[in-house]
Each structure stands twice: as C-alpha cells, then as structure tokens.
C-alpha cells in the first residue's frame, strides 16, 4: 500500500499505532514507513442512534481493543516483542474512547517495557500522505476534511505545524451528511453515508441550478463556515412540493456539493499560494469527493501547484498514520511519560494555531 520514504524520517524499528479517538477502533504496525498492517474496525450501533453516543464507543473500544491489537500484530507478523514501541492518539477526540485506547498502550508498553508516545490525530491525518507519497515533502498546505474536521495546515517541516484555518461551525463531511438527512437521502439507520449519496446524486445534476452561500469567500480570513449552505438547502427546498424536491434532488445535490468544494477549492488554492508551498495534501473521509479532487487537480494544476490524496483507507480515520507519527517522532528520541492522558480538546505540542493568534 505504501511507497518507502526516506530512511531519515522514520524509524527503522517496528511501531504498533492505536487509534481510537471517535467510533473506530484501529490498530497498525508500520516499520520505516512501511504498512506492515491496518486493521480498522469501524462501529455500527450508533447508526441507530443518529449519531456517535459517546458511552457506547467506549464500552466497544473495550471490547475491541485487544482483538484488534492481536491482529494488526499477527497480519505483521510479529509479536509485542518485535516492536521497537507504542504509539497512541491522546486527542482530539472524544474523551471515554481516547481514554480506552491510551490506557491499552500505556498497559502494553508498561509490560513489553517499551518506549510510548502519545500522537496528535491531525498530526495523523497528515502522515497519511507522508507514508504514502514519498515525494510529498515540506513545505506543504493541507486540508484535513473529514465528518469530524475542517482544517488547513501549513507544515513547514514535519512536527513543525500551525493552523491556519478551520471551521467554525460544522465540518464540511458533516454538513454532507446533514443536508442528506434532510432531503431524504439516508436510509434508516445510516449516519455518515450523506457525502457518497450526494456525491453519487450529484453527478447527474446541474451545480449551478440553485445558487447556495459560498461563506467567508473574499474575506481574507482561511476560516470555514459550513452551516449557512445547510440552512439555505433547507429554506430553498422547503418552498419546493414533495415532487418537485424528488424531481430535482440531482439539482440540489450537485448545487450543494458545487458551493462546498467552490470554498474548500478556494481557500486551499488561496492559503497555499500565500504560504508560498508547490504541494497540497488533501485528507480524510471527504478527500474521496470526486468533484472536490477534480476541481482541485485542474485548478492546481493552473496554479502550478501539485495536489496529494492519500487512497481512501488512509483518508478515513486509521491507525496507520498514528504509527507512522510515532515512528517519526520515536525516532528522534521522543517519549511520553507513564502520565500520557487522553486530551480531548485544544492544542497539543508541535502545533500552533495562527488562527488564534490573529
Ligand atoms: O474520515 P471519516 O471516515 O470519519 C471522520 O469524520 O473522522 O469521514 C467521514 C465523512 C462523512 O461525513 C462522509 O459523509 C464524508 O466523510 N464522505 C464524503 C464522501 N465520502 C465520505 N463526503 C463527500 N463526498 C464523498 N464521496
Ligand atoms: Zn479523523
């Protein structure tokens, strides 16, 4: 799955990642930056619910932790003792599951006698294209776009990081997955399936047939703003009869999705050309957008800019790319304490946040 990158930036020892920051439960073991294995397993419970419930992700974390940790070993071929060390994301995310997947690494690191690191998930998401494009080197821009994030991030050298936009109110993959919801889209019990059914509706309608808000476009600001499109999908659809919204649902849906990549297109072309980078990463579960890789192919390909994306089982939410953090930073000599706690918000070392600092 994986190119070899350069032998400098990771460790020549085996690390095991763990990765359990929201509902999946994903164990990996990466050498070199190497994919040895990436085993992913992602909770259904919650669909019944609408949305992630916080308890019951932890109580399956519990659940699956060691399994899935036996088998990202067994797929590698190789036991606690053939690792070189432990890495583990200590947030963001939600509190209960990052505290399952922490306390796992802390408990076999401690028993293996091996040295620990705890790993920032977006540091993750980044290292998803580190791993997989050996020539995708920085200075780089990336836009980490997910259910759960919209962030631009300058990365001016690896574990150097600021952030220089992000949302403010919803991720743009959740505002996929709200806009679906309310058209009627999903069916019973799906959650997190808005943006491939939009996407796929998308593709045999007209982008320009309802005009829908392109926010804090032209305001200099690298901020992102995804609720105003929902609220107008709403206000402009709510005018429509049951047959007309049926009828046109490609129309909306490919206006819909025309407005959110015209902004995340936009402001990562803009936020790139002011960084004075030659290369884009674009990660996480909307990088699989077919439109949002179009339109920023073509328009950085005018701009002479070069665009990454990682394949899709890295985008999504994985513990490859924490492996591969670890065994970075690992490699320079870094450790955590036997203290390593989850840190479900706010920033961690290594990242600045240029937003805040405006
Ligand atoms: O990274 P991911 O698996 O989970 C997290 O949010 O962490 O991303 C899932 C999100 C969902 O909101 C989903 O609707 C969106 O990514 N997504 C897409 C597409 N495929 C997945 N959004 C737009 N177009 C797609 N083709
Ligand atoms: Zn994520």
Request: include cysteine; charged fraction near 20%.
């Given at each position: 799955m994986s190119g070899k990158t350069d032998a400098s930036v990771f460790w020549d020892q085996p690390v095991l990642g763990i990765e359990t920051s929201c509902d999946e439960t994903a164990a990996a073991v990466t050498v070199d930056g190497r994919i040895l294995s990436n085993i992913v397993f992602s909770q259904t419970e919650h669909s019944l619910y609408g949305g992630v419930v916080p308890e019951l992700a932890?109580?399956?974390?519990?659940?699956?932790?060691?399994?899935?940790?036996?088998?990202?070993?067994?797929?590698?071929?190789?036991?606690?003792?053939?690792?070189?060390?432990?890495?583990?994301?200590?947030?963001?995310?939600?509190?209960?599951?990052?505290?399952?997947?922490?306390?796992?690494?802390?408990?076999?690191?401690?028993g293996a006698e091996l040295p620990l690191l705890g790993v920032h998930h977006i540091e993750g998401h980044l290292f998803a294209g580190v791993l997989e494009h050996p020539e995708l080197r920085p200075p780089f821009l990336a836009l980490v776009v997910s259910g759960g994030h919209t962030e631009l991030v300058f990365v001016s050298e690896l574990g150097v990081y600021e952030i220089w936009g992000r949302t403010r109110d919803d991720a743009a993959g959740e505002a996929f997955d709200k806009v679906a919801k309310l058209l009627g889209l999903l069916e019973e019990g799906q959650v997190t399936q808005g943006g491939p059914r939009i996407s796929a509706l998308a593709?045999?309608?007209?982008?320009?047939?309802?005009?829908?808000?392109?926010?804090?476009?032209?305001?200099?600001?690298?901020?992102?703003?995804?609720?105003?499109?929902?609220?107008?999908?709403?206000?402009?659809?709510?005018?429509?009869?049951?047959?007309?919204?049926?009828?046109?649902?490609?129309?909306?849906?490919?206006?819909?999705?025309?407005?959110?990549?015209?902004?995340?297109?936009?402001?990562?072309?803009?936020?790139?050309i002011a960084s004075g980078v030659e290369r884009i990463l674009i990660t996480g579960g909307v990088a699989a957008n077919r439109c949002l890789r179009g339109e920023m192919e073509h328009t950085a390909r005018d701009r002479g800019l070069q665009v990454f994306f990682p394949t899709i089982k890295l985008c999504t939410d994985n513990a490859a790319m924490i492996s591969g953090v670890g065994s970075f930073r690992l490699a320079r000599g870094e450790r955590s304490g036997w203290d390593l706690n989850a840190i479900p918000r706010g920033l961690l070392p290594g990242v600045k946040d240029r937003v805040s600092s405006r």
């Amino acid at each position: 799955m994986s190119g070899k990158t350069d032998a400098s930036v990771f460790w020549d020892q085996p690390v095991l990642g763990i990765e359990t920051s929201c509902d999946e439960t994903a164990a990996a073991v990466t050498v070199d930056g190497r994919i040895l294995s990436n085993i992913v397993f992602s909770q259904t419970e919650h669909s019944l619910y609408g949305g992630v419930v916080p308890e019951l992700a932890s109580r399956n974390h519990v659940r699956k932790i060691l399994p899935i940790v036996r088998q990202a070993l067994d797929e590698a071929g190789m036991d606690l003792q053939g690792l070189g060390g432990i890495a583990v994301t200590q947030g963001p995310g939600l509190v209960g599951s990052l505290l399952v997947g922490v306390s796992a690494a802390k408990g076999l690191a401690m028993g293996a006698e091996l040295p620990l690191l705890g790993v920032h998930h977006i540091e993750g998401h980044l290292f998803a294209g580190v791993l997989e494009h050996p020539e995708l080197r920085p200075p780089f821009l990336a836009l980490v776009v997910s259910g759960g994030h919209t962030e631009l991030v300058f990365v001016s050298e690896l574990g150097v990081y600021e952030i220089w936009g992000r949302t403010r109110d919803d991720a743009a993959g959740e505002a996929f997955d709200k806009v679906a919801k309310l058209l009627g889209l999903l069916e019973e019990g799906q959650v997190t399936q808005g943006g491939p059914r939009i996407s796929a509706l998308a593709a045999g309608g007209n982008p320009t047939a309802f005009q829908f808000p392109r926010a804090l476009m032209g305001t200099g600001s690298f901020d992102f703003s995804f609720s105003g499109v929902k609220t107008s999908v709403l206000y402009q659809t709510r005018e429509l009869s049951e047959e007309e919204r049926r009828d046109r649902c490609a129309d909306i849906s490919a206006s819909f999705q025309a407005a959110v990549v015209d902004v995340l297109v936009h402001k990562t072309i803009e936020a790139a050309i002011a960084s004075g980078v030659e290369r884009i990463l674009i990660t996480g579960g909307v990088a699989a957008n077919r439109c949002l890789r179009g339109e920023m192919e073509h328009t950085a390909r005018d701009r002479g800019l070069q665009v990454f994306f990682p394949t899709i089982k890295l985008c999504t939410d994985n513990a490859a790319m924490i492996s591969g953090v670890g065994s970075f930073r690992l490699a320079r000599g870094e450790r955590s304490g036997w203290d390593l706690n989850a840190i479900p918000r706010g920033l961690l070392p290594g990242v600045k946040d240029r937003v805040s600092s405006r």
